[in-house]
Structure formats: structure tokens, C-alpha cells
Nanobody
Framework: QMQLVESGGGSVQAGGSLRLSCAAS????????MGWFRQAPGKEREFVAA????????DYADSVKGRFTISRDNAKNTVYLRMDSLKPDDTAVYYC??????????????????WGRGTQVTVSS
């Protein structure tokens, strides 16, 4: 089992920034591709960003491209999501997830093996 714990969420005004962290334990972190997803009230969970095992490949949803940055530190078993120029539409619970499969980082939630419990991000206008 891998445990994932998100932190760094909070309330911010539009245009502000937050950095989410996701600390992993229980498995060899560098063998997992990592992703961030989010779920707003009344909406389905959606892909935000993903990163390959050693950080060489990243992928972003169009809605966050240019504003969010995913990164990882394998020595610290942590993946990050830097969020800039936040908008009210970014309000959601943000989840990190780990995917053991080989290949490029995946956008499909059902490809991920482990999930954190999420951290709330609220952006006010």
C-alpha cells in the first residue's frame, strides 16, 4: 500500500497563488507516475496535471496550462502543484494519485492505483 497525504490547500483571492504538496509513503516513490485531480461540488473528478517518474514528462489540462506547475522531489517522496493566477473556477478538492503503470503520465483517473484524501482549495472573486 502507498499512503498519500495532501497539504497546502486553503482560501485565496482570485489572482493569488497556492502550492499543494503530496507526501507519499509505503512504496518506492520513484517507481510511480504522479497526478493531480480535482473535484468541484456537483461535478465529476477531473484531471489537472501529471508527471513521469523522474519528472521528465509533464502533462496539463488545458484549463490550467500556463498557470499550474507540477513537480516532484523523489528524495523527499513528494509531488507538488504550484498554482498561480487562481480563478474562482479552480475551487475544488484537490487529490493526488499514484500510477504504477509504465508509459507517459495518464489523464484517466481509473489508471491510478492510490489516492490521497484531498485538500480543499477555495478561490474567491
Amino acid at each position: 500500500q502507498m499512503q498519500l497525504v495532501e497539504s497546502g490547500g486553503g482560501s485565496v483571492q482570485a489572482g493569488g497563488s497556492l502550492r499543494l504538496s503530496c507526501a507519499a509513503s509505503g512504496r518506492t516513490f520513484s517507481t510511480y507516475e504522479m497526478g493531480w485531480f480535482r473535484q468541484a461540488p456537483g461535478k465529476e473528478r477531473e484531471f489537472v496535471a501529471a508527471i513521469s517518474r523522474y519528472g521528465g514528462i509533464t502533462d496539463y489540462a488545458d484549463s490550467v496550462k500556463g498557470r499550474f506547475t507540477i513537480s516532484r522531489d523523489n528524495a523527499k517522496n513528494t509531488v507538488y502543484l504550484r498554482m498561480d493566477s487562481l480563478k474562482p473556477d479552480d475551487t475544488a478538492v484537490y487529490y493526488c494519485a499514484a500510477d504504477f503503470s509504465l508509459g507517459t503520465p495518464d489523464r484517466r483517473a481509473d489508471k491510478y492505483d492510490y489516492w490521497g484524501r484531498g485538500t480543499q482549495v477555495t478561490v474567491s472573486s
